[in-house]
């Protein structure tokens, strides 16, 4: 499962570095100026980075590599889902991308608990 996780966030790692605006619209709404693209940058870079120890994880740090995930995953529902229902994000993506974090932190909590 993890190696799944670790695909999604290079790719969406890139695509923040290279366009952090189509990310940001499509999570949020429109940029709000330069301050945003910088900050989707750095998130794009920390996510790169999350998605290739995730690729390259192996033995007893796979555990580890894995709760720092769970830890991602359940930090972007709360984030984003706090931001949809106050009326902050609106963009058209923001729900599925929530589903899609809430689902990957339930399979990996089921998959941490199973790892020897």
């Not at 996780?5 to 952090?20: K, R």
């Not at 619209?25 to 870079?45: M, N, Q």
């Not at 290739?52 to 590599?65: I, L, N, Q, S």
Request: proline share 3%; glycine share 12%; aromatic share 4%.
């Amino acid at each position: 499962m993890i190696r799944v996780g670790a695909v999604i966030e290079v790719v969406i790692g890139i695509v923040l570095l290279a366009s952090p605006a189509t990310v940001i619209e499509a999570l949020i709404g429109p940029p709000s100026g330069d301050t945003t693209s910088v900050v989707a940058r750095v998130l794009g870079g920390a996510l790169l980075a999350l998605g290739v120890v995730g690729a390259v994880a192996r033995g007893t740090a796979h555990r580890e590599v894995t709760i720092a995930y769970i830890v991602y995953n359940v930090a972007a529902v709360a984030v984003l889902a706090t931001a949809g229902i106050s009326g902050t994000a609106s963009g058209g993506l923001l729900w599925s991308v929530v589903a899609v974090h809430l689902l990957l932190a339930f399979a990996l909590v089921i998959a941490w608990q199973r790892a020897p």
